[in-house]
């Protein structure tokens, strides 16, 4: 029965092609902006945990100042020593690698090209912790370090700017008032949240000291970065890096924290949530269109009605039942929504495809969303279309005869 319903919905449905063209324009509109929404919001959030984890493996910052990012807020703060990083890295069993760092912007100039760039002196294990691959070269090492050699590492703007094509390891840069040796260059990781994390020039700490900007104080270091072991509650760790912290900075118990801990792995979370809640509440926006779109097939169902009034009643006269007549207007109903709801999906298909290459996320199909947005069409066939149905099931067969 349900099959030779479903036949009769085709065969009406092609005799109006236009008609039922707009009837399901509302159905196809809705279910592709439904997906594309959320396509492309799950394909943001992606991108968006993709660049803060791109800073770090399960990455803590800590800086003097008593709110990140805020300028004043480090003014007349004391740095950190070299001693305060060794200090958290032996006392708190959850670190798994930790690197002072001090930072710089200085002038860089090789042969006539001239720039400004940030500069890091650190130690070796700074790559790991904020997961820096090499594209060429060797990273520097700890003997670097020990004997304060003039080298560097560079990043794949500096490259572009300072080098162009040129192959850059080996050559010497000039720094500030000192030269220095490339023998590395980065693997790109492109744009962060805080900039383009590919314009750095990394060298080790004590050439940094010694060379570029001297050692007038021990609390040098503006910058620890550190990394936790996998799994360790980030919350756990800032309290007890906290803790030791006031100590070595013998703040008491009514003064404030003077410095701040920026955890990447709760920043990632946060904005994955945020971006997840916005895509929801515009995935429901598109949603109304849905409905104005169960309004046309029901308005569109009614008018059917009207003009097969003499078919239904030949059919109630010769033994269809209500039921039947029910289920016929109710079929053909869902199936104009359902072909609304096919057409929608593989609109949306290329439109995420396509936008997701343009704005630059990834394309992450996911095929619940598709699902759903599916069965939601049909559900709005059988709600908007009940009523067209009902309304033909209860037409008085010698009442319809006699309609013209």
């Not at 236009?18 to 943001?44: D, N, Y």
């Not at 060797?138 to 670097?144: N, V």
């Not at 700490?205 to 900007?213: A, D, F």
């Amino acid at each position: 029965m349900i099959w030779n319903a479903f036949a009769i919905a085709v065969r009406e449905i092609s005799r109006n092609l236009t008609r039922a063209f707009l009837t399901v324009l509302g159905i196809f509109i809705g279910v592709a902006s439904i997906i594309t929404m959320v396509t492309l919001g799950e394909g943001a959030t992606l991108a968006v945990k993709a660049q803060i984890s791109s800073l770090g493996s399960n990455l803590l910052t800590l800086r003097p100042g008593a709110v990140f990012g805020q300028r004043g807020s480090s003014v007349g703060v004391p740095s950190f020593t070299e001693r305060d990083a060794e200090t958290l890295g032996e006392q708190i069993a959850s670190i798994a690698a930790i690197a002072p760092v001090r930072m710089a912007s200085l002038s860089t100039i090789y042969l006539s090209n001239a720039r400004a760039s940030s500069i890091t002196g650190t130690t070796p294990i700074y790559f790991q912790i904020n997961k820096w691959s090499l594209a060429e070269g060797r990273l520097f090492k700890e003997a670097d370090l020990r004997s304060g050699s003039a080298v560097c590492v560079i990043g794949n703007t500096v490259r572009v700017e300072l080098f162009g094509t040129e192959n850059p390891i080996g050559a010497s840069i000039r720094i500030g008032r000192a030269s220095c040796e490339v023998i590395g260059l980065l693997a790109a990781k492109g744009q962060a949240g805080m900039g383009d994390q590919d314009d750095t020039i990394i060298m080790p700490l004590s050439s940094m000291q010694r060379r570029l900007i001297g050692k007038t104080s021990s609390h040098d270091i503006n910058q620890i970065s550190i990394s936790a072991v996998e799994g360790t509650n980030s919350l756990d760790l800032i309290a007890d890096i906290t803790q030791i912290m006031r100590q070595r900075r013998n703040l008491q118990s009514n003064q404030d924290n003077d410095f701040n801990i920026f955890d990447t792995r709760q920043i990632a979370e946060t904005l994955g949530s945020t971006t997840q809640l916005m895509t929801m509440l515009l995935a429901a926006v598109a949603g109304v269109s849905l409905l104005v779109g169960g309004i046309g097939i029901m308005n569109i169902m009614l008018v059917s009605v009207t003009e097969r009034t003499h078919e239904i009643g030949i059919r109630l006269a010769i033994g269809a039942t209500a039921s039947e007549v029910l289920l016929q207007f109710l079929v053909e109903a869902v199936t104009l929504s359902c072909i609304g709801g096919i057409v929608g999906i593989l609109i949306a298909l290329g439109l995420c495809y396509g936008l997701a290459q343009v704005i630059k996320v990834p394309f992450n199909f996911n095929t619940q969303i598709n699902v759903i947005a599916f069965a939601f069409s049909a559900v709005v066939g059988v709600l908007f279309g009940y009523t067209p149905a009902r309304r033909a099931a209860k037409l008085n067969p010698i009442d319809a005869l006699r309609h013209e």
